[in-house]
């Protein structure tokens, strides 16, 4: 209505929608609604609350369902939806047409997200992890308490000088630049976890082999406890012969157990390694290992001072704690 006053006035739209802070496609409907059908036209719409949708609520709630069996059920190659995609599975599933920005908000009011996917080796034997899950953890815990032994789970990882590169906000077109190091010299760390949240590490400048394995338990057994119970994958560092003979020597104070094959991600400790370079030292460069020790050493300091948080990678885990 402010609009058609200000056109009868003499405005012209460009001004108009200026004023109102609309678009003039939207000042030109309004005044042709005026036109055509008279200033109580546009009254008629106030009780309006936008367009009508043109999927009704059962339709919207079946397209889940649809876009859950995947792109290459669609004819798409590759197991990758975009709002292209989507929007052509609704045209094909009802007939009715969708711009990409449509379907983004539609997805969002699904809660569908947009995701970086988890890559899964082909060779993992999904019902023995599923199973490892349901029977074995449950196992290895009322073990471990009726043997009164810490129960932690052990693995590696590397971090390099070349900076961890994660998203970051900038003004647009003027994308950050990060100055690095290129070499692939790096830290070797070995990292213990138990389900309380208890950290653990073992940080050399160069590979591991079976001796740093042994080194490490003997400093879990000082510091977490004489009897052990360690959940490790089978990496060739934990299968070497000197290993073997060292825990056999314990004569039972150290007892180890194999994760399944190819499942990186029931150990904990793999959270752990992601929080500290995607969080802790995310796009931090450092120009040697001495710096880059001291970094990662003080990132362990500020994760070891958020108690709930390393409890949590055993849950992200799927280890009911």
């Known amino acids: 209505m402010r609009a058609l006053e200000l056109y009868r006035q003499g405005w012209i739209q460009r001004d108009i929608a200026a004023a109102l802070g609309v678009s003039k496609g939207g000042v030109s409907q309004w005044l042709t609604t005026a036109r055509d059908a008279g200033p109580e036209a546009l ?25 859950w069996h ?19 599975v609704i045209r094909e ?11 983004s908000r539609l997805l969002k009011s699904l809660d569908w997200t947009p995701q970086v996917p988890i890559t899964r080796a082909i060779q993992r034997d999904e019902e023995a992890i599923t ?30 000088l070349l900076p961890g590169v994660v998203k970051t906000y900038s003004p647009r077109a003027r994308t950050p630049v990060l100055s690095e190091w290129q070499t692939r010299d790096h830290l070797s760390v070995m990292g213990g976890l138990t389900p309380m949240g208890k950290v653990y590490t073992l940080v050399r400048p160069k ?18 406890g004489a009897r052990l119970l360690v959940i490790w994958d089978g990496s060739p560092i934990h299968r070497r012969a000197e290993v073997s003979e060292f825990v056999a020597e314990t004569k039972g104070a150290v007892r180890v157990e194999r994760l399944p094959a190819y499942a990186p991600d029931l150990n904990p400790v793999e959270w752990l390694w992601r929080h500290l370079k995607e969080v802790e030292l995310r796009n931090l460069t450092c120009l040697d290992l001495d710096q880059l020790q001291l970094e990662f050493h003080l990132a362990l300091g500020r994760l070891r001072q958020k108690p709930r948080l390393a409890p949590s990678f055993v849950e992200g885990a799927g280890l009911p704690i």
């Open 207 to 224: 590979s591991l082999n079976g001796l740093h394995t042994i080194e490490f338990l003997l400093h879990l057994g000082r510091l977490a």
């Open 131 to 160: 199973r490892w899950r349901a029977e074995s953890w449950p196992d290895l815990k009322r073990q471990a308490r009726r043997e009164r032994r810490e129960l932690v789970f052990v693995d590696e990882s590397g971090f390099y």
């Open 43 to 67: 009254v008629s719409h106030m009780d309006r609350c936008g367009v009508t949708p043109k999927l009704t609520p059962e339709q919207v709630r079946l397209i889940p369902d649809f876009l």
């Open 93 to 103: 599933e009802f007939d009715v047409s969708y711009s990409k920005s449509q379907v």
């Open 70 to 88: 995947g792109p290459e059920a669609y004819g798409f190659r590759g197991e990758v939806w975009t709002c292209g995609r989507v929007a052509g």
